[in-house]
C-alpha cells in the first residue's frame, strides 16, 4: 500500500489486480487448512457426538485414515490419527488466518470491500439476488457478498476460540467458561463449524454460476481484462 | 478413552455407530484401493508425528503449576460414573489388598514397594473435577487420595527428572511430565465418591491428573518410575499426543 497518490483517482479497483498475490495465497492455504478440520473434526465428532441426536458423518466425508488400515498398522481405528490431523492444521489455519485478518485492515481491504454494509442494502441485495436479479461485478462486492464475508470471518473466529477452549478447559478455563463450560463450548464449537461449512457451499456454488471469479481467486484478474495501466501490486 | 463402553446402552450404541461408519466404508476402500489415502502414506504420519512432538512443548509451555482445573459442587458429581477401558469391566484387575505391592523403580532412592495400607495411610485430600476423554466426553466425578507430589518427595525421586512412568496390572501404561506429576492436584485416587476405590476404577488407586485427559489418568497402577528416558505409553504409542493436557 504505497498510499496518498492513488487514493484519490476515481475507481481504482478495476485497474489494479483484483486480488494481490497475499491474499490470493491465503484464500487457497485457508481453504486447505478449512478442508482438513472439517474432514478431521467430523470424525473426531463421531467417537462422541455433542448433539444429543443420534447422527454420525460418514466415514468417506472424514479424514484420519481408513480403519482397516489404521487398525493393523497402528491397532488403532482411526481417532489418533483425525486428532493429530487437527491438531497440526490448527495452526495453518490460525496462524494464517491472523495474517488474513491483519492484512485485512492494514492494507484497507476490509474498509474498502466490505464496508459500508447495511442492513437495508442487505436485504435489498438479497431480494434481488432471490429473484435470480442481482449482477455479480468483478472487483466489487454487493451487500450479501459483504455480509457473508465478514460473518465467515466471524465463524472462523468463533471456531477457532471455541476450539482452543476446549482443546485446554483447565490452562484457558476463563475462554472455556466464556463459552459457557466445557460441554457447551463442543456446542458452540460445531455450529461455528457449521456455519463454515454453510457458508462454504453457498460460496462454491456461486463461483460455479460465476466460474470467473475463480480466475481471478487464482491469477489475480481475468485474462485480457483491462490490466492495470500502472501495474499496481500490492 | 477407549471404545467399548460397557453400560449396555452406550455399547449398543457404539457398535451400531461402529458399524454405521464400517458401512459406509465404500468410497474409503475405493481410496485404499487406489493407495491414495494420504492419511496411511509414511511422509505424511512422519510429518503428523512431528506437529504433535511441537505440540507437546507448546502445553508443557502452556501449563502452568499454579493454574488448577476447576472444581465442582458436590451437586455436580455424576453418580453412574463411566467405565472406560479397553476390557469389559468384568475383567477389570481384581487385585488384592494382601498380595498387591506397588514396585518403584528408576531416579528413586528408596525403592522399597508399598503396600495398599501404607499408600492408604498417607495425608488425602479430596477433589472434585471434570475428567475428558480425548473422545470429547466428560464426566465430573470425586476423588481422594495423597498428593501425588507429596509420595514422589517422601520415596526421594528426582524431581528434576523428565518423566514419570506408570505400569499396570492390566498391561496399560503410560508417562507424563514431571511438571504435571507435581501439579497439587494431581493424587493418587485411592477413593471414589468417598468410598474405597472400585476394582473397576483401578483399586487400588488411580493416578487423578484433572489437568490431562483421561487416559493420562492410569489405574490399576502396579509400577512407577522416574526416567530422563521418554517412556511413551499404551495410547501415546498409538499416535495420541503424548502430553495430553487439558
Known sequence: MTGAPHEPTA??????????????????INA????????????????????????GFPLYLTLGGDFTVTEAVSDEDGLANALAWHFASMWVLTINFLAFVIVGFASGHFRRDFLPLSPRAF?????SAMRFKLDHRLGEYNAVQKALYCGVLAA???????????????????????????????????????AIVGFLVVHVLLTILVPKTFVTMVLGRVPGASRSPEGVDK | MTRPLLEPTPLVRAIERRLFLRQTLSLGALTLLTGCDISDQDGVQKALHAM????????????????????????????????????????????????????????????????????????????????????????????????FADFLHRVGADLSAKYVGFQCADGYSGSIDMASALHPQTIMAVKFADETLPAKFG??????????????????????????RYPGGFWEDRGYNWFGGS
Open chain 1, 123 to 127: 436485504l435489498r441485495d438479497l431480494w
Open chain 2, 52 to 147: 504433535s512432538r511441537w505440540n507437546d512443548k507448546v502445553q508443557a509451555l502452556l501449563f502452568s503449576r499454579q493454574t488448577l482445573a476447576p472444581t465442582f459442587a458436590e451437586s455436580d458429581v455424576v453418580r453412574d460414573f463411566r467405565y472406560n477401558a479397553f476390557f469389559p469391566a468384568s475383567d477389570a484387575p481384581k487385585l488384592s489388598s494382601a498380595d498387591y505391592r506397588l514396585e518403584l523403580s528408576g531416579l528413586i532412592a528408596d525403592k522399597r514397594p508399598w503396600t495398599v495400607e501404607q499408600i492408604q495411610a498417607l495425608p488425602q485430600e479430596s477433589q472434585i473435577t471434570r475428567h475428558v476423554c480425548v473422545e470429547g466426553w466428560s464426566v465430573i466425578g470425586k476423588w481422594s487420595g495423597p498428593r
Open chain 1, 32 to 55: 486447505l487448512a478449512i478442508i482438513v478440520m472439517i474432514g478431521s473434526g467430523w470424525r473426531i465428532y463421531n467417537y462422541y457426538p455433542a448433539l444429543p441426536i443420534n447422527f
Open chain 2, 203 to 228: 483399586y487400588p488407586f488411580k493416578v487423578r491428573i484433572p489437568t490431562k485427559l483421561g487416559y493420562k489418568n492410569p489405574k490399576w497402577v502396579t509400577t512407577i518410575f522416574v526416567t530422563n
Open chain 1, 11 to 28: 475507481s481504482p479497483a478495476r485497474n489494479v489486480p483484483l486480488h494481490p498475490l497475499s491474499r490470493r495465497v491465503m484464500h487457497w
Open chain 1, 156 to 194: 472462523i473466529l468463533l471456531t477457532i476460540l471455541s476450539g482452543l477452549s476446549i482443546w485446554k478447559p483447565v490452562q484457558l478455563k476463563g475462554l472455556t467458561w466464556l463459552f459457557g463450560g466445557y460441554e457447551f463450548a463442543r456446542v458452540v464449537h460445531f455450529f461455528g463449524m457449521a
